[in-house]
C-alpha cells in the first residue's frame, strides 16, 4: 500500500530496512562464526604470504597502484599480521617511476615504516638480472640487496629464467650477508607441446625431439642445489598457473621429504589449475602458500585468502591472520579497483563476501568438504571440476581454455597476439603457437618464465613473419634473443646445437656474459639545474644502472622539482625578508623616521640604508617629509656626498 501511494519514499524505507536487518543478521552471524572458529581444534599451521600489493596489482592491474592508495590499507595490513607481504619487485620498481612517477625506494621505506616488522616484507628478484632484463655485475647486485634490506626488505625471493643456480648464487651470498632471507624459487614450467606432424617431420629430418625435461626429479634437484647454496626456504613458483594439481602434490611431497627448509608454493588462476594445485600443496605438508585479498584475487592473479582460509579452517589449520582486518582490506581493495578500472584487465569483481559474518550456502560448503576429500585421494579430475565450481560461485572468471590449450603463460599469449595485431596479421596466431616449441628447443628449451617467455614468443613471431614474408626463417633476431642463443643468460635445461648457434650468433661456442664488458650508465651534472648530478646516492644510481631508460628522465625531472622548489623558496624568503622591513619602517613614529634620515644623511652623506629606505618609499615620501625638513635638506644640500 505504502508502496503505491508514496512509491519514492517507501521504496527508501524499504530499503534501509532491509539493510538494516542484513546488517543485523550479518552481527549475530559474526558472533557465532566467530565462536565455531575458536572452536576448532587447531593441529598445525600454515603460514600465508600476501601478493595483494605487487603480484596482485601486477597481474590484474599491470602496476598502477599508486602510493596514495596503498598507504590507505597498510594500518589495516598491520594488524592482519600475514607472515609475509610481498610489496616490491618484479615490474614495481620500472613501472612505479615510468608510470607514477614515484621513487620505488621510498614506496619500500613507507611500507616498512606503517607494518614494521609484523610481516616480512617481500620482493621478487631475478637472480643476476635482479628486477631489470640483463645481467649485471657483482658490485650492482651486491648494492641492490644491500639497500633493499637497509630500506626494510625482509625476504627477497630470488630465481632465474633458466633455472641456472649459478645465477642465483651471488644474490644468495649478498641477501645474507646484508641480513635478509634468501628464499630461492624453482620456475616451474612445462615440456614443449609437440604436434604429431611435427614430431614425425623431425624424426624424418633426423633430429631427435628432446625427451621429457621438466619432471619431479628435475624440480626437486634444483631446489637440493639451492639449498646448498645456503637457501633459507624454497618456493616452487609456477607464473603461469600451469601445474596440475596432481604434479603440484607430488612435487610437494618429495620437497618436504628430502630437504631441510621450508617450502612455499606460488601459483597463477589463469587456466583453471590454481585452486586445487594450492590445495594439494596443503593437503601435501606445504609450509607457506601464496595467496592475494578477494577483490585482487583470481584469473591471472594467485586464489583467493578468503578461500584458502576456509580450506585451512577445514583441515584444521592455523594461518595466524586477523580476519576482521582482511575484512577491511577487502572492502578498500573494492574501492580502489574501481578508481583504477581503466588498467583493470577483466572488470569482473567477485563476489560480496565477509569471511567474518557470512554463511556459505550449504551446497558451496559442501564442494569445500569435497575438495578436499578428492585432493587427499589424489583425484585431479574431479577435483578441478569442483574447484572451478567453486571459483564460479565466487564469480572469479573462468578458466582461460585458450592458454592452457597452448601451455604457455598467459602473459605471454596476449603480448604475441597484441605484437601481431600491431600488424594486423592476428590470423598467424595458430602458426606462432605452434612454432613456439620449436623456436624453444633451438633455443635450449628455456623455461617460460620472465624473461625468456617473452624472449621466445617474440622470436616465435619473428619467425612466422619472416616466413609470411618470404624471408629465410630467422632474417629478424632479437638482440635478447641473440643473447640467450649465445650464452649470456646462463645454462639451458638442453645443450644448444653448435650450428644452431652458428647461423643465430656467428659463433660455435657458448659465451658466458662478460662482466668486464658491462659500463654503467653516465651520471651527468645538471647545470640547469644548480650543478647537481643525476643521481646524488647510491639508491639513485642504482636505478640508473637497472633502469637507465626510466630512471634517467625520472630523476632529472626530480632535480628539475628540486631546483625550482629551492628557488621558489629563496625568492619566498627574501620576499619575507622585505615584507618584514616595511612592516617595521610603517611601525616606526613619523617623528623618529625624520630624525633617521637625518641621522643617514649626517653620518653617511645619505648613502646609509636608512636613508635608501627612506628615499624607496614613494607612498610616504610627501607625509614624511614636511615643509620645515625640506627646508632643512636645501640648506644641506651644497656639502652632501649625494651631489655629484
Not at 605487487?54 to 602510493?67: E, I, K, M, N, Y
Not at 635482479?130 to 639497500?147: A, D, Q
Not at 637440493?224 to 609456477?238: E, R
Not at 601481431?420 to 633455443?443: F, I, M, N, S
Request: charged content about 30%; proline content about 5%; glycine content about 8%.
Amino acid at each position: 500500500m505504502l508502496l503505491e501511494l508514496f512509491p519514492l519514499v517507501a521504496k527508501g524505507y524499504l530499503e534501509g530496512k532491509r539493510k538494516a536487518e542484513f546488517e543485523a543478521q550479518r552481527e549475530v552471524n559474526r558472533k557465532k562464526i566467530a565462536a565455531e572458529r575458536a572452536a576448532i581444534k587447531r593441529t598445525g599451521k600454515l603460514k600465508i604470504r600476501d601478493l595483494t600489493l605487487r603480484d596482485g596489482q601486477q597481474s590484474l592491474f599491470a602496476t598502477r597502484v599508486p602510493q596514495a592508495e596503498i598507504e590507505k590499507v597498510l594500518p589495516m595490513y598491520k594488524d592482519a599480521n600475514f607472515y609475509a607481504m610481498e610489496v616490491w619487485g618484479g615490474a614495481i620498481p620500472d613501472s612505479v617511476m615510468r608510470y607514477l612517477n614515484e621513487d620505488p625506494w621510498h614506496r619500500l621505506e613507507s611500507i616498512k615504516e606503517v607494518i614494521g616488522d609484523v610481516s616480512y616484507l617481500t620482493a621478487l628478484s631475478r637472480g643476476r638480472n635482479l628486477f631489470g632484463y640483463s645481467p649485471y655485475p657483482e658490485s650492482v647486485i651486491e648494492g641492490f640487496n644491500r639497500n633493499a634490506v637497509k630500506s626494510g626488505l625482509g625476504i627477497m625471493r630470488i630465481f632465474d629464467c633458466l633455472n641456472d643456480v649459478k645465477n642465483m648464487e651471488t644474490t644468495i651470498k649478498y641477501m645474507k650477508e646484508a641480513g635478509g632471507i634468501a628464499d630461492c624459487a624453482v620456475c616451474y614450467t612445462v615440456d614443449p607441446k609437440f604436434t604429431g606432424k611435427q614430431r614425425w617431420k623431425a624424426l624424418l629430418s633426423g633430429k631427435r625431439l628432446p625427451k621429457k625435461i621438466f619432471d619431479v626429479d628435475y624440480f626437486l634437484n634444483k631446489a637440493k642445489q639451492m639449498q646448498a647454496l645456503g637457501a633459507d626456504m624454497i618456493t616452487v613458483k609456477d607464473m603461469a598457473g600451469l601445474i596440475p594439481p596432481s604434479l603440484s602434490g607430488k612435487i610437494i611431497r618429495r620437497m618436504k621429504s628430502e630437504l631441510n627448509v621450508p617450502i612455499d608454493f606460488h601459483t597463477h588462476c589463469t587456466p583453471g589449475y590454481g585452486l586445487g594445485a594450492v590445495l594439494m600443496a596443503i593437503v601435501n605438508g606445504v609450509d607457506i602458500v601464496d595467496t592475494n585479498i578477494l577483490n585482487f584475487a583470481g584469473g591471472p592473479a594467485a586464489p583467493a585468502f578468503e578461500i584458502i582460509q576456509i580450506f585451512a579452517d577445514k583441515l584444521g589449520l592455523d594461518t595466524g591472520v586477523n580476519l576482521d582486518a582482511v575484512v577491511k582490506i577487502n572492502a578498500e581493495l573494492k574501492g580502489i579497483r574501481s578508481r583504477i578500472a581503466e588498467f583493470d584487465s577483466y572488470k569482473m569483481f567477485p563476489l560480496e563476501f565477509d569471511i567474518t559474518a557470512d554463511y556459505l550456502p550449504k551446497e558451496i560448503d559442501a564442494l569445500f568438504d569435497k575438495a578436499i576429500e578428492l585432493a587427499k585421494a589424489d583425484k585431479e579430475a574431479e577435483l578441478l571440476d569442483v574447484c572451478n565450481a567453486i571459483d564460479k560461485f565466487f564469480n572469479f572468471p573462468a578458466p582461460n581454455e585458450e592458454v592452457k590449450a597452448a601451455e604457455i603463460p598467459g602473459g605471454m599469449y596476449t603480448n604475441m597476439l597484441a605484437q601481431l595485431k600491431g600488424l594486423g596479421l592476428e590470423d598467424l596466431l595458430p602458426t606462432v603457437l605452434l612454432k613456439v616449441p620449436e623456436v624453444r628447443v633451438a633455443a635450449g628449451c628455456p623455461p617460460l618464465v620472465t624473461p625468456s617467455s617473452q624472449i621466445i614468443g617474440v622470436q616465435a613471431v619473428n619467425y612466422v613473419l619472416d616466413v609470411n614474408s618470404g624471408k629465410a626463417p630467422y632474417t629478424n633476431v632479437n638482440n635478447q634473443f641473440f643473447n640467450l642463443v649465445k650464452g649470456e643468460y646462463g645454462e639451458t635445461p638442453i645443450e644448444i646445437d653448435p650450428e644452431y648457434r652458428q647461423k643465430i650468433c656467428g659463433q660455435r661456442d657458448a659465451t658466458a656474459f662478460d662482466v668486464s664488458k658491462y659500463k654503467s650508465p653516465e651520471n651527468p651534472i645538471l647545470e640547469e639545474f644548480g650543478g647537481v648530478k643525476l643521481a646524488e646516492n647510491e639508491k639513485e644510481m642504482l636505478l640508473l644502472e637497472l633502469f637507465p631508460t626510466v630512471a634517467g628522465p625520472f630523476l632529472k625531472n626530480r632535480k628539475a622539482d628540486a631546483y625550482y622548489a629551492k628557488v621558489e623558496a629563496e625568492e619566498a624568503e627574501k620576499q619575507r625578508i622585505e615584507d618584514e622591513k616595511k612592516a617595521a619602517y610603517k611601525a616606526i613614529p613619523a617623528e623618529e623616521k625624520q630624525a633617521m634620515l637625518l641621522r643617514g644623511l649626517y653620518s653617511l652623506g645619505g648613502t646609509s640604508e636608512e636613508a635608501a629606505g627612506e628615499i624607496t618609499q614613494p607612498e610616504e615620501k610627501e607625509s614624511r617629509l614636511d615643509l620645515k625638513t625640506k627646508e632643512m635638506l636645501n640648506r644641506m644640500k651644497p656639502k652632501s656626498k649625494l651631489v655629484g
